[in-house]
Nanobody
Framework: QVQLVESGGGLVRAGGSLRLSCVSS????????MGWFRQAPGKEREFVAG????????YYADSVKGRFTISRDNAKNTVYLQMNSLKPEDTAVYLC??????????????????????WGQGTQVTVSS
């Protein structure tokens, strides 16, 4: 059974940074693309960043481009989201997800929510003004 466990969320002031981690088990991690999404209260889940199986291809939502960086360590079965210059509008529950196919999507296809079949429980990120 595939399990995804996120960590690293918290409360931070605007302009600050956080690094989220997501550890995957139950599936050969290095074969699958991974993504980060977020969901704020009363809003739909939205794509944040995606990375292909090797880490050589990434894709970002326009709202986070230049501030967030997605990366992965296939030896540790972990995907990361480094978040800098945080804004109050970044406040949300952040969830990681794994793509359903091999070798998986690249570029803009990484941002399609229906590419992902397993999800973590999420970690709360709160940015105060």
């Amino acid at each position: 059974q595939v399990q995804l466990v996120e960590s690293g969320g918290g409360l931070v002031r605007a302009g600050g940074s956080l690094r989220l981690s997501c550890v995957s088990s139950g599936r050969p991690f290095s074969s699958y693309a991974m993504g980060w999404f977020r969901q704020a209260p009363g809003k739909e889940r939205e794509f944040v960043a995606g990375i292909n199986w090797s880490g050589g291809n990434t894709y970002y939502a326009d709202s986070v481009k230049g501030r967030f960086t997605i990366s992965r360590d296939n030896a540790k079965n972990t995907v990361y989201l480094q978040m800098n210059s945080l804004k109050p509008e970044d406040t949300a529950v952040y969830l990681c997800a794994t793509d359903y196919s091999i070798p998986g999507p690249t570029a803009q296809a990484l941002g399609v929510i229906y590419e992902y079949d397993y999800w973590g429980q999420g970690t709360q990120v709160t940015v105060s003004s």
